[in-house]
């Protein structure tokens, strides 16, 4: 049997992407996970186009919820076409009953457990609605197929060594679509590592470990980077920013190669870190914390969402000088976006703050689908667009350039210096976020026009 697997994608960026740094696992995963006898083809729709004409006997197409209008309009087409199709993914698990009306099956949480049951029984023709998947006992699960990625990705070798996370953000899913906490045996981990056969000296020696939280298991985390210490790779992940406080971890960090890691920050006000329940947070550590990563000459990479209670426009448009100030060398800025299957999705749903009229493609983290409590939705993406601007400026991409090359190890300064770059080249180029809903303001103004003007 013939399977393409597709990864929807509708562009964030006005102009999109001027290149694409590294690939969602779901893709190849699944195809790794697909018994030998059928041939896959994964597309990543952000690089390449769906052939509609495609010769496939079965369309899976995988997606979370600001991609959805165009998962659902691939399922349509495909469908209309006589393929069977089949749904998953995020936005699936969470919005079930819509999503089945538009794939002739779908996957309600982890496919390993549910894959090869359900490939059998399209080949038998019994194919079922819904198939529930089980969380995965993270066991003997084979390398991602990555020779199936297109060449456009600059980093190719994504491996994931745990699932799940302890902490509940009220922003985030993967409590839910992912629960527990699990680990992989580190031989399994090792040998996707070991995985070798990439065209650039840069993809064979980066390892981007696709995990929400690799280091909250600290046995785990200590076996796994004692392993990787021979291997001689540069590596990056995700964690809590509690891990500055475990002096042995972050040695082991060091011998094993990591260049740089990802918190978390989320907020700098109490009452918005309260709202998005990362009181573990505390602001007062934020600029120690960092310094304890640079001191072993890794990058820290920081996440910071606008929209929280506590935030105000004000609040919001400051935080390009305080991230720069407690030593984040590359930040990363979203709106807040309440998932359904979130904390926060419940509190926006009993507040009566959900913006009903925008559609899917506003669960983008970079629009707005709810009612702000101290703006507008308007005044907020104006808020975040400041932030962007300011935050990626030729001055403050500069400023952490200069100061990183100060501590950081040669291949994570490289990722300091490649990363700041790109961004500020979009900053410097205007090919800022996307505001969907000035493109459907557009549209309602195209279509008000058109029906105003008399004809024959």
């Known amino acids: 049997m013939k399977i393409e697997i597709i990864v929807a994608y509708i562009p964030r960026y006005r102009n999109g992407h001027e290149m694409h740094f590294v690939p969602p696992i779901t893709g190849i995963h699944l195809a790794a996970i697909t018994p030998k006898k059928h041939q896959v083809r994964v597309i990543h729709q952000q690089i390449q186009q769906p052939c509609l004409e495609s010769d496939a006997d079965l369309i899976a197409i995988s997606f979370f919820s600001g991609f959805a209008p165009e998962a659902y309009r691939l399922a349509q087409v495909y469908r209309s076409l006589g393929k069977i199709v089949v749904g998953g993914g995020p936005h699936v698990t969470f919005v079930q009953e819509e999503s089945a009306c538009f794939f002739d099956a779908i996957v309600i949480g982890e496919a390993e457990t549910v894959w090869e049951s359900l490939l059998s029984d399209v080949e038998n023709g019994h194919l079922q609605k819904v198939y529930y998947g089980q969380p995965c006992d993270m066991k003997n699960l084979p390398t991602p197929r990555y020779d199936l990625l297109p060449k456009q990705f600059f980093i190719r070798k994504v491996v994931q060594a745990t699932r799940g996370c302890p902490f509940s953000c009220s922003f985030c899913t993967v409590p839910t679509l992912n629960p527990g906490f699990r680990t992989r045996p580190v031989q399994d981990i090792i040998a996707d590592i070991r995985f070798n056969a990439f065209a650039h000296w840069w993809q064979r020696k980066v390892v981007w470990f696709w995990d929400d939280n690799l280091t909250v298991q600290r046995d785990f985390a200590r076996n796994l980077l004692e392993a990787m210490i021979p291997e ?141 409590k101290q703006m507008s939705p308007d005044e907020l993406i104006q808020a975040h667009r400041d932030l962007w601007r300011e935050a990626f400026s030729l001055k403050y991409s500069l400023l952490r350039i200069m100061r990183s090359a100060r501590y950081l190890r040669l291949g994570a300064f490289l990722m300091c210096l490649f990363m700041n770059v790109f961004y500020c080249l979009k900053r410097l180029r205007r090919n800022e976020p996307r505001d969907f809903a000035e493109i459907e303001l557009g549209r309602r103004t195209l279509v008000s026009s058109k029906s105003d003007t008399t004809g024959f």
């Open 232 to 372: 001689k790779k540069w590596w990056l992940t995700q964690a809590s920013m509690d891990i500055a406080d475990d002096a042995g971890l972050l040695n082991l960090m060091q011998r094993s190669g990591c260049i740089g890691i990802f918190f978390g920050i989320e907020s700098f006000g109490k009452e918005s870190l309260k709202d998005a329940h990362k009181q573990q947070n505390r602001t007062e550590q934020y600029a120690s914390r960092i310094q304890a990563l640079h001191q072993k000459g890794i990058c820290v990479m920081a996440g910071f969402i606008s929209g929280f209670d506590g935030d105000t426009p004000a609040s919001i448009r400051d935080m390009a000088k305080r991230l720069y100030e407690i030593g984040v060398d590359v930040p990363f800025l979203s709106i807040l976006t309440p998932y359904q299957g979130t904390a926060a999705y419940q509190k926006m749903l009993l507040g009566n703050r959900i913006l009903a009229e925008r559609g899917w493609e506003f669960y983008n983290g970079y629009n707005v689908c709810f009612m702000p």
